[in-house]
């Protein structure tokens, strides 16, 4: 007998793997009960961990997928619940939680077409619950279109017949009639839905979501607060609740149900996120770190949650970090217009105004009518000198939103900024009627008038404005400035006093009351304010420069200075002393010694504002020191980002140093935030100038050179008004030889050279046109204007290369101009890129619309794409815009025939023929007439020709869809070329995809190729409207025998037998039929 000790190393590892299968099973019971606690008390994110290690140790297991995926959904991550709560709904198909939030994620914004798979999973649910919350309010939320909204009323009727009428299918029917605009039919069915069951928390919310809606905004209130009384704090009421509380300015109430939901329902992201947007606007910023890092904690990727920590950044002025955090956004949901406006926000406060152009300009292409960005473009385009298309963007949004103040109130700004009085009054005084209790279009009605020399009806318009805001010290200032001029000195001090009384250390106020005091001859009155004044805030700027001009226009320099010397020998430190010797030793021209007062002062103190930003001046203006004066002057501007007389000085250091498009946009904020003061206006319009903005440089001059008090640049400002008010269209030798002239004088002044290659092109000498235009560039390379001048010059002096390149480099510093998006449409288009000139026309003629010019173009570019509707629609607008254009109106009568000869198959006749051969002896290559032509010959027999013509055509416009259709059908007769037939069809369905007859050719080639399961999808689809096709029905009886599907194959074949029982193909569906099994 052999010992057994040898078997005992085996039953040892036996025995080890039965005790760790024990230990693992134990270990996994442990996790899973220890993750089914922490569910059922909400605590997801210690449930969230067991359940991983459930997974670790049974990668099977479905629960633990099943309650994986429902925190994902909880914690606002449906991109990455959605595969897990699919997995799971094979094992567990009756959970209705797992197919609600299945549903929920699948609801598909306005812009998805594809439902096939919405539509199946509400279905489904509805099927094992024709009540349920989620599926049937879904049906309704993801109606975007008639035919989209007529199926869901049918899905409605049938769950009423089957359930009753639940107070559920009210609600969701009222949401259906609001998108079809009956407002009146909505709110009935809400009234009934909660009369059926007052306490149905969906009815209350969805009543409040319609009065808010409605701007009813007050009448919501006991109906939110119902919806959340009614409902858990981790429910949406609760959310919406707290939203409302905020909408109503009720901040610290909706602080309150925050803190409640973030205590009891953790996991609620989105309220997380909404705690810390509220922290945001209290400037709490840490307390908003702590809640987005909860939020994003949870949810990493929460789009929303990414987008306020971008806010969060701008509040904390790291827009650097912003716009990191708006990329990640961008990237994952390139299609949300909010990401691109937040990013435009960064951009602007990252001091990148074309980047932040081209941001808001994607942001309007996702939502034309997005009120915020349009106005914030618009903001942008008059500071770069585009102010027709900003009037433009600015009037069609108040037509769009007449109830909208913002959008009323920048259309006047703008008007008044364009120094469109008339027009700025106008809007003013419509605006004042539709919003009467708005301040701030008083405000701006009574600075129109006042500019129009009208002072009582503004002072009547300033005096509203303070009524409705009695803390208003801008219409304050107007009124006392209104009363000095009329010579009632003392009602303007009394008013002045008044506000000082109430705050004593307002200096607005006293720098107010000081020019009252001037007004009146009492200067020493005058100077005690304006001490005063300096008393309250040692580094005002205004009120150092006042107290400078006091003293200069009552002619005591001499006695101010040996009263600063006595003063500096006591004290030679003494600030403000140094800092009055620095402004008046500039003002006599002692610039040296402006220079070392200055000095003194930033030895002492090394942040003065006002001896940094003098300094910065007298070194970039008088000491030819532009690198030393641009250090100071970021230094000042860093210390006081709000001052403008910063801004102006830091904007005309980078005017000399060539940087015109920083210099304009520091020198924009300048003068928005000091518009009367000439010497900004006046470096204003020279930033323009350079820029080759004429408008608004004529504007911002003409304030300058009309200003009553001379300053240093006037007469400069004069000369330049003069260029700018030079008639480009008035050219002769004498005009020609004066430009010559000027250009010898001032070789770098840009509104000659322009003007110069004006004069030339029009007298039809382009290559001196083209030198000059390129000298010009030679200065400011930044230039649009310019660019765009040169642009056309250069493709009439055929060198469409260049003009392509100059295009392209405009594009880059302007990526939101219209105007530049037209000629580099057009060029693109020239040469062969379709596709991207179709994109750039369109954009420009949603910016610039009615503009025949660029309607014309667009007509091109949609015949290229196939878009032949479209094509016709954009020529006719071409044809009868004004002003009107012989040669465009040709064109457009040659283009619109031949196109609707093409579209209209019984106008192709023989009558058509000399039509389409006069189209093409004047352009051999005419799109319209090829492909007329092209019709024409298939009509008659003549395949071959057709094709011929059909590939001439696709080779100048590949993208030419319905010539794509036409060679589908064309190969696919006999004697059929199935693997061009097939090439085209599947390219030509993309833009045809219910095209019946396409359907149909299609449908026989891939059924010949053995693609079973598409063939039945084509030919199914054609069959009906094709019902005497017994080719049809052949190839669809042999796919479905392909596809084992005999009753569909029998019931094809007969019916193609029926249709055409000597058919070449006769025999063949007689065999087959034969061969089926019987019925």
């Given at each position: 007998?052999?010992?057994?000790?040898?078997?005992?190393?085996?039953?040892?590892?036996?025995?080890?793997?039965?005790?760790?299968?024990?230990?693992?099973?134990?270990?996994?019971?442990?996790?899973?009960?220890?993750?089914?606690?922490?569910?059922?008390?909400?605590?997801?994110?210690?449930?969230?961990?067991?359940?991983?290690?459930?997974?670790r140790?049974?990668?099977?297991?479905?629960?633990?997928?099943?309650?994986?995926?429902?925190?994902?959904?909880?914690?606002?991550?449906?991109?990455?619940?959605?595969?897990?709560?699919?997995?799971?709904?094979?094992?567990?198909?009756?959970?209705?939680?797992?197919?609600?939030?299945?549903?929920?994620?699948?609801?598909?914004?306005?812009?998805?077409?594809?439902r096939?798979?919405?539509?199946?999973?509400?279905?489904?649910l509805?099927?094992?619950?024709?009540?349920?919350?989620?599926a049937?309010?879904?049906?309704?939320?993801?109606?975007?279109?008639?035919?989209?909204?007529?199926?869901?009323?049918?899905?409605?009727a049938?769950?009423?017949?089957?359930?009753?009428?639940?107070?559920?299918?009210?609600?969701?029917?009222?949401?259906?009639?609001?998108?079809?605009?009956?407002?009146?039919?909505?709110?009935?069915?809400?009234?009934q839905?909660?009369?059926?069951?007052?306490?149905?928390?969906?009815?209350?919310?969805?009543?409040?979501?319609?009065?808010?809606?409605?701007?009813?905004?007050?009448?919501?209130?006991?109906?939110?607060?119902?919806?959340?009384?009614l409902?858990?704090?981790?429910?949406?009421?609760?959310?919406?609740?707290?939203?409302?509380?905020?909408?109503?300015?009720?901040?610290?109430?909706?602080?309150?149900?925050?803190?409640?939901?973030?205590?009891k329902?953790?996991?609620?992201?989105?309220?997380?996120?909404?705690?810390?947007?509220?922290?945001?606007?209290?400037?709490?910023?840490?307390?908003a770190?702590?809640?987005?890092?909860?939020?994003?904690?949870?949810?990493?990727?929460?789009?929303?949650?990414?987008?306020?920590?971008?806010?969060?950044?701008?509040?904390?002025?790291?827009?650097?970090?912003?716009?990191?955090?708006?990329?990640?956004?961008?990237?994952?949901?390139?299609?949300?217009?909010?990401?691109?406006?937040?990013?435009?926000?960064?951009?602007?406060?990252?001091?990148?105004?074309?980047?932040?152009?081209?941001?808001?300009?994607?942001?309007?292409?996702?939502?034309?009518?997005?009120?915020?960005?349009?106005?914030?473009?618009?903001?942008?385009d008059?500071?770069?000198?585009?102010?027709?298309?900003?009037?433009?963007?600015?009037?069609?949004?108040?037509?769009?939103?007449?109830?909208?103040?913002?959008?009323?109130l920048?259309?006047?700004?703008?008007?008044?900024?364009?120094?469109?009085?008339?027009?700025?009054?106008?809007?003013?005084?419509?605006?004042?009627?539709?919003?009467?209790?708005?301040?701030?279009?008083?405000?701006?009605?009574?600075?129109?008038?006042?500019?129009?020399?009208?002072?009582?009806?503004?002072?009547?318009?300033f005096?509203?404005?303070?009524?409705?805001?009695?803390?208003?010290?801008?219409?304050?200032?107007?009124?006392?400035?209104?009363?000095?001029?009329?010579g009632?000195?003392?009602?303007?001090?009394?008013?002045?006093?008044?506000?000082?009384?109430?705050?004593?250390?307002?200096?607005?106020?006293?720098?107010?009351?000081?020019?009252?005091?001037?007004?009146?001859?009492?200067a020493?009155?005058?100077?005690?304010?304006?001490?005063?004044?300096?008393?309250?805030?040692?580094?005002?700027?205004?009120?150092?420069m006042?107290?400078?001009?006091?003293?200069?226009?009552?002619?005591?320099?001499?006695?101010?200075?040996?009263?600063l010397?006595?003063?500096?020998?006591?004290?030679?430190n003494?600030?403000?002393?140094?800092?009055?010797?620095g402004?008046?030793?500039?003002?006599?021209?002692?610039?040296?010694?402006?220079?070392?007062?200055?000095?003194?002062?930033?030895?002492?103190?090394?942040?003065?504002?006002?001896?940094?930003?003098?300094?910065?001046?007298?070194?970039?203006?008088?000491?030819?020191?532009?690198?030393?004066?641009?250090?100071?002057?970021?230094?000042?501007?860093?210390?006081?980002?709000?001052?403008?007389?910063?801004?102006?000085?830091?904007?005309?250091?980078?005017?000399?140093?060539?940087?015109?498009?920083?210099?304009?946009?520091?020198?924009?904020?300048?003068?928005?935030?000091?518009?009367?003061?000439?010497?900004?206006?006046?470096?204003?319009?020279?930033?323009?100038?350079?820029?080759?903005?004429?408008?608004?440089?004529?504007?911002?001059?003409?304030?300058?050179?009309?200003?009553?008090?001379?300053?240093?640049?006037?007469e400069?400002?004069?000369?330049?008004?003069?260029?700018?008010?030079?008639?480009?269209?008035?050219?002769?030798?004498?005009?020609?030889a004066?430009?010559?002239?000027?250009?010898?004088?001032?070789?770098?002044?840009?509104?000659?050279?322009?003007?110069?290659?004006?004069?030339?092109?029009?007298?039809?000498?382009?290559p001196?046109?083209?030198?000059?235009?390129?000298?010009?560039?030679?200065?400011?390379?930044?230039?649009?204007?310019?660019?765009?001048?040169?642009?056309?010059?250069?493709?009439?002096?055929?060198?469409?290369?260049?003009?392509?390149?100059?295009?392209?480099?405009?594009?880059?510093?302007?990526?939101?101009?219209?105007?530049?998006?037209?000629?580099?449409?057009?060029?693109?288009?020239?040469?062969?890129?379709?596709?991207?000139?179709f994109?750039l026309?369109?954009?420009?003629?949603?910016?610039?619309p009615?503009?025949?010019?660029?309607?014309?173009?667009?007509?091109?570019?949609?015949?290229?794409?196939?878009?032949?509707?479209?094509?016709?629609?954009?020529?006719?607008?071409?044809?009868?815009?004004?002003?009107?254009d012989?040669?465009?109106?040709?064109?457009?009568?040659t283009?619109?025939?031949?196109?609707?000869?093409?579209?209209?198959?019984?106008?192709?006749?023989?009558?058509?023929?000399?039509?389409?051969?006069?189209?093409?002896?004047?352009?051999?290559?005419?799109?319209?007439?090829?492909?007329?032509?092209?019709?024409?010959?298939?009509?008659?027999g003549?395949?071959?020709?057709?094709?011929?013509?059909?590939?001439?055509?696709?080779?100048r416009?590949?993208?030419?869809?319905?010539?794509?259709?036409?060679?589908?059908?064309?190969?696919?007769?006999?004697?059929?070329?199935?693997a061009?037939?097939?090439?085209?069809?599947?390219?030509?369905?993309?833009?045809?995809?219910?095209?019946?007859?396409?359907?149909?050719?299609?449908?026989?080639?891939?059924a010949?190729?053995?693609?079973?399961?598409?063939a039945?999808?084509?030919?199914?689809?054609?069959?009906?409207?094709?019902?005497?096709?017994?080719?049809?029905?052949?190839?669809?009886?042999?796919?479905?025998?392909?596809?084992?599907?005999?009753?569909?194959?029998?019931?094809a074949?007969?019916?193609?037998?029926?249709?055409?029982?000597?058919?070449?193909?006769?025999?063949?569906?007689?065999?087959?039929?034969?061969?089926?099994?019987?019925?």
């Open positions: 007998m052999k010992s057994p000790l040898p078997l005992l190393p085996f039953a040892l590892l036996a025995l080890a793997a039965t005790l760790a299968g024990c230990s693992d099973r134990q270990r996994l019971e442990r996790h899973l009960n220890a993750a089914d606690q922490h569910f059922q008390k909400r605590e997801f994110e210690r449930a969230k961990l067991e359940y991983m290690n459930v997974v140790l049974d990668r099977t297991n479905a629960l633990a997928y099943l309650r994986l995926g429902k925190i994902l959904f909880e914690q606002a991550q449906p991109q990455q619940a959605y595969p897990l709560l699919a997995w799971a709904r094979r094992s567990f198909p009756e959970d209705l939680e797992v197919r609600s939030h299945l549903v929920a994620i699948l609801t598909p914004p306005p812009q998805i077409t594809n096939t798979r919405f539509l199946s999973e509400v279905q489904d509805l099927a094992l619950s024709p009540t349920n919350e989620t049937v309010l879904a049906l309704a939320q993801a109606a975007w279109s008639p035919p989209d909204i007529a199926h869901a009323e049918q899905t409605l049938d769950l009423r017949t089957r359930a009753g009428n639940h107070p559920l299918f009210a609600v969701a029917q009222a949401e259906l009639e609001r998108r079809r605009g009956d407002a009146e039919a909505s709110e009935a069915l809400l009234r839905a909660l009369q059926s069951d007052p306490q149905s928390p969906v009815a209350q919310l969805a009543y409040g979501n319609f009065l808010v809606l409605n701007r009813r905004g007050a009448e919501a209130e006991p109906h939110f607060r119902t919806a959340k009384d409902t858990p704090p981790y429910a949406p009421a609760w959310e919406r609740w707290a939203r409302y509380l905020l909408a109503a300015g009720r901040t610290e109430e909706a602080r309150s149900v925050l803190a409640e939901i973030n205590a329902a953790p996991e609620r992201v989105h309220a997380l996120i909404l705690s810390a947007q509220v922290a945001i606007g209290d400037r709490r910023f840490e307390d770190e702590r809640a987005l890092a909860r939020a994003l904690g949870q949810s990493p990727v929460d789009l929303t949650g990414l987008r306020v920590l971008a806010q969060l950044r701008l509040a904390q002025q790291r827009p650097d970090q912003a716009i990191r955090e708006l990329e990640k956004v961008v990237a994952a949901a390139p299609n949300s217009e909010q990401a691109h406006y937040q990013m435009a926000l960064a951009h602007l406060a990252n001091r990148d105004p074309q980047r932040a152009a081209a941001a808001l300009e994607r942001a309007l292409q996702i939502r034309p009518n997005f009120t915020a960005a349009t106005l914030l473009l618009a903001d942008l008059i500071s770069r000198g585009n102010s027709q298309a900003a009037l433009t963007a600015l009037r069609d949004s108040v037509r769009r939103n007449p109830d909208y103040e913002p959008a009323h920048q259309l006047v700004r703008a008007l008044r900024s364009a120094n469109r009085l008339d027009d700025a009054e106008t809007a003013a005084r419509a605006a004042r009627d539709r919003f009467p209790q708005n301040p701030r279009l008083a405000l701006e009605h009574g600075l129109i008038l006042r500019a129009q020399a009208k002072p009582e009806p503004a002072r009547q318009a005096e509203q404005a303070l009524r409705l805001n009695p803390d208003d010290l801008a219409s304050v200032e107007q009124l006392v400035q209104l009363d000095a001029l009329a009632d000195f003392p009602r303007a001090l009394a008013r002045v006093q008044e506000r000082i009384d109430l705050n004593p250390n307002q200096v607005l106020m006293w720098l107010v009351k000081a020019e009252v005091h001037l007004a009146q001859g009492q020493p009155l005058a100077e005690s304010t304006l001490r005063r004044a300096l008393q309250i805030d040692p580094d005002n700027e205004l009120a150092f006042s107290l400078a001009r006091l003293y200069i226009q009552t002619g005591r320099q001499p006695e101010a200075a040996s009263e010397e006595q003063l500096l020998r006591r004290d030679p003494h600030i403000q002393a140094l800092t009055m010797k402004m008046l030793a500039t003002e006599r021209g002692d610039f040296p010694a402006a220079r070392d007062a200055y000095q003194r002062v930033l030895d002492q103190r090394p942040n003065s504002v006002v001896a940094l930003n003098n300094s910065a001046f007298l070194l970039a203006e008088h000491f030819n020191d532009l690198e030393g004066g641009y250090q100071l002057a970021l230094r000042a501007r860093d210390l006081a980002r709000e001052d403008p007389l910063i801004a102006d000085t830091l904007g005309w250091i980078e005017y000399r140093r060539g940087r015109y498009p920083d210099a304009l946009r520091l020198l924009t904020e300048a003068a928005a935030r000091a518009p009367d003061l000439p010497e900004i206006q006046y470096h204003l319009g020279m930033a323009h100038y350079m820029m080759g903005q004429e408008e608004p440089a004529r504007v911002a001059l003409r304030k300058a050179a009309d200003a009553p008090a001379p300053f240093p640049g006037q400069i400002a004069r000369q330049h008004l003069a260029l700018l008010d030079w008639d480009p269209a008035r050219v002769d030798a004498s005009t020609i004066a430009l010559i002239q000027r250009r010898q004088e001032a070789p770098r002044d840009l509104l000659t050279l322009s003007r110069l290659a004006s004069a030339y092109q029009t007298v039809g000498d382009l001196k046109a083209a030198e000059a235009v390129q000298a010009a560039l030679a200065v400011n390379p930044q230039s649009v204007p310019l660019l765009t001048q040169a642009i056309r010059i250069l493709s009439r002096h055929n060198d469409p290369a260049a003009a392509l390149e100059l295009a392209r480099r405009a594009r880059g510093i302007a990526p939101a101009d219209p105007e530049v998006a037209h000629l580099l449409g057009r060029l693109e288009f020239l040469q062969g890129d379709q596709p991207r000139a994109a026309l369109q954009e420009s003629a949603n910016r610039l009615g503009r025949p010019d660029i309607l014309h173009d667009l007509a091109w570019a949609n015949f290229s794409q196939g878009r032949l509707d479209d094509a016709a629609r954009s020529m006719q607008s071409a044809a009868a815009a004004s002003p009107p012989p040669a465009r109106q040709a064109s457009a009568t283009f619109l025939a031949v196109l609707n000869l093409a579209r209209n198959p019984d106008a192709l006749t023989q009558a058509a023929d000399p039509q389409i051969q006069q189209a093409l002896q004047q352009d051999a290559a005419h799109g319209p007439a090829l492909f007329a032509q092209a019709l024409r010959a298939a009509q008659q003549r395949f071959d020709e057709a094709r011929t013509t059909h590939e001439r055509l696709l080779r416009f590949p993208a030419f869809s319905p010539s794509m259709r036409e060679m589908a059908i064309l190969h696919a007769q006999p004697p059929s070329d199935d061009k037939a097939f090439e085209w069809g599947v390219r030509a369905r993309e833009a045809f995809p219910r095209d019946d007859t396409l359907a149909a050719a299609l449908g026989k080639v891939v010949r190729r053995g693609d079973h399961r598409y039945v999808q084509l030919l199914s689809q054609a069959a009906p409207t094709h019902p005497q096709d017994a080719e049809l029905f052949y190839h669809l009886g042999l796919a479905h025998l392909g596809l084992r599907d005999t009753p569909q194959a029998r019931a074949l007969e019916r193609a037998l029926t249709l055409s029982p000597s058919a070449p193909f006769a025999n063949d569906a007689r065999q087959r039929l034969a061969a089926l099994p019987p019925q």
